[in-house]
């Protein structure tokens, strides 16, 4: 039976090649130290699941959610969230809209958004979510190089205005996957400008705002005078609250995007299990995750710290849950992480798989599932060390 041709625009999925990769090593016995894929590996803080266990043995979190725009209760702790957290004002009832994870909400308002002909503005490298659903959709996607003499920042003025006039969408993702960069204020402002000047939506993906160290503080878009007219924004429980396994997450901001998303997403899921919308309004409201962002640090320096000793050139990240790592010379970042998985048993990820301008770097992530504290990601240091010899 024929598939629809639209699947044949999706590239096999990044992490099908690493986990098939990774499934061979483990097959043959190997320990393998996996910075592979961002999921955080310490649970979800406590009081969370005991609220989503209260919240289970309460009947009226059986049925169907049949609200306007998700349970209100946690809509309303996204708008006392954004306001404490942010400064920013949201109304619950026509800026915000639940999401089933941001993945939803990033993939869909492709959907929402964009006809046959029309652009996408997508980072390269990126979350490959943005330019896949894009081109699903029957759109274009065109890549914005993210170069690290840009501070990993799109220069926004070498998009062709051509391209720009046929522009709907424009993706925006900081902290960022995979780089780790952060995105100033002042670069906020030109974007905002830039979308209103073509009449462009920007989607800013915030997936890793509350994943920062050394007292960063990730600044929302939405603070820019302006932004409600042409921004929506996409925010996650998962890094947040470890939380990835629970899918929920929400989108904020203009409130014409949020309307369109909401009307293909009501014809398209029926909402997550209601107690998982309360347990996370709880989390919104009452939890830190502070002690994982400590132990993700603490991993940071470790990996960060020890490589640069041995030559390697990484730059400290602020913010995320990723070391964006150049490769040697002769190397292609394929190669690279061949040669880190056979010779090291240490996985990474190459950064080509983010798009061509990912070409150079391995991607390492934080979460390091059997690390208690420091020990593993030491450990894959030290392998490397004594395993790998490349010259810088
Ligand atoms: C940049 C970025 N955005 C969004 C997501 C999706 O997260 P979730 O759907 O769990 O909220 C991820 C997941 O890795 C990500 O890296």
């Not at 999706?10 to 099908?16: K, R």
């Not at 014809?267 to 309360?278: C, E, H, M, T, V």
Request: some cysteine; charged content about 25%.
């Amino acid at each position: 039976m024929d598939r629809a041709k639209r699947l044949d625009k999706i590239p096999p999925y990044l992490f099908g090649e690493i986990a098939r990769l990774k499934a061979q090593a483990i097959s043959e016995g190997r320990d393998l130290i996996d910075l592979g894929i961002g999921d955080p590996d310490q649970p979800t803080p406590e009081p969370i699941v005991e609220k989503l266990c209260e919240a289970a043995r309460n009947p009226i979190t059986h049925r169907y959610d049949e609200t306007e725009a998700g349970w209100p209760e946690f809509l309303e702790a996204v708008a006392r969230w954004y306001r404490r957290r942010f400064g920013v004002g949201i109304d619950p009832k026509s800026q915000a809209l639940l999401l089933l994870g941001s993945k939803d909400g990033l993939a869909h308002i492709c959907w929402a958004m964009i006809d046959a002909g029309d652009v996408s503005l997508v980072p390269d490298p990126g979350y490959t979510v943005y330019k896949v659903n894009t081109l699903m959709a029957g759109g274009d996607a065109y890549a914005m190089p993210l170069l690290e003499k840009n501070g990993f920042l799109p220069d926004l003025s070498s998009v062709p205005s051509d391209v720009a006039k046929r522009a709907k969408l424009m993706f925006l993702n900081y902290p960022n996957n995979p780089t780790g960069a952060t995105a100033t204020v002042e670069f906020f402002h030109e974007a905002v400008k830039f979308a209103k000047d073509y009449d462009i939506a920007i989607v800013s993906d915030l997936a890793y705002s509350e994943v920062t160290y050394d007292g960063y503080v990730a600044p929302s878009m939405l603070q820019i005078e302006g932004a409600f007219d042409v921004v929506v924004e996409m925010h996650s429980m998962s890094k947040t609250f470890n939380m990835t396994g629970w899918r929920i997450g929400f989108a904020v901001g203009n409130s014409d995007l949020i309307a369109h998303l909401n009307k293909l997403k009501s014809n398209l899921d029926s909402r997550q299990f209601p107690a998982i919308d309360i347990a996370a309004a709880y989390a919104l409201d009452h939890v830190s995750n502070n002690a994982t962002l400590e132990l993700y640090r603490k991993r940071r320096d470790i990996l960060v710290d020890g490589l640069n000793a041995i030559g390697w050139k990484i730059r400290k990240p602020k913010a995320s849950l990723y070391v964006w790592a150049p490769v040697p010379d002769g190397y292609t970042s394929a190669e690279f992480a061949k040669l880190l998985l056979v010779d090291a048993g240490v996985l990474v990820v190459p950064g080509s798989g983010y798009g061509q301008y990912g070409e150079g770097y391995v991607r390492m992530s934080l979460t390091v599932s059997g690390d208690r504290d420091g020990e593993r990601v030491a450990e894959a240091v030290r392998r490397i060390k004594e395993n790998i010899s490349v010259k810088w």
